[in-house]
């Protein structure tokens, strides 16, 4: 796989988003995921490639102390921007930092977009309605298509 944490500007993100999507599908079975949680249609499989450590803590605390709250958190998203047990895409921007998540059925591949990708990335994001904005923003903003849905932000609270 390509090193998009380098410098290099020949890389657009739609390079970085294919072989994200590769990587995803080329996954081996024996690769655990970094969270299952059940629901009503199985168990979510979600694998985290480049987030910080802190990001990885926060869910997993969640996912750990509070699994109703966690399981809220996954389909506020899944129903808002990646498509609820189907195929889809979103770029998410969460404590600063924008990452790419892809699903395929009950499995979501998370990995961080390299900073120097973040900018391309979130103008494709938003042409195709697939970002999802998870910073914390004021009512003047509730009309923003991009902004968090309500569901999921009184999940993050």
Not at 30 to 51: K, L, M, N, Q, W
């Amino acid at each position: 796989m390509s090193d998009y944490n380098a410098s290099t500007p020949e890389v657009d993100p739609w390079s970085f988003m294919q072989d994200t999507a590769t990587a995803f599908l080329s996954l081996p079975d024996e690769v655990e995921a970094d969270f299952v949680c059940p629901g009503s249609g199985g168990d979510t499989r979600i694998f985290v490639v480049d987030a910080p450590e802190a990001v990885v803590a926060f869910f997993s605390r969640i996912m750990q102390n509070e699994p109703q709250r966690f399981n809220q958190m996954n389909r506020a998203f899944d129903t808002s921007h990646v498509g609820y047990n189907g195929a889809g895409w979103a770029v998410t921007r969460f404590g600063g930092v924008l990452y790419l998540s892809l699903a395929i059925d009950l499995d979501v591949y998370v990995r961080r977009i390299p900073p120097h990708l973040s900018s391309a990335a979130l103008v494709i994001a938003r042409q195709y309605g697939k970002f999802l904005d998870c910073t914390v923003t004021s009512s003047t903003r509730e009309n923003d298509r991009s902004a968090m849905p309500h569901a999921l932000a009184r999940t993050l609270q």
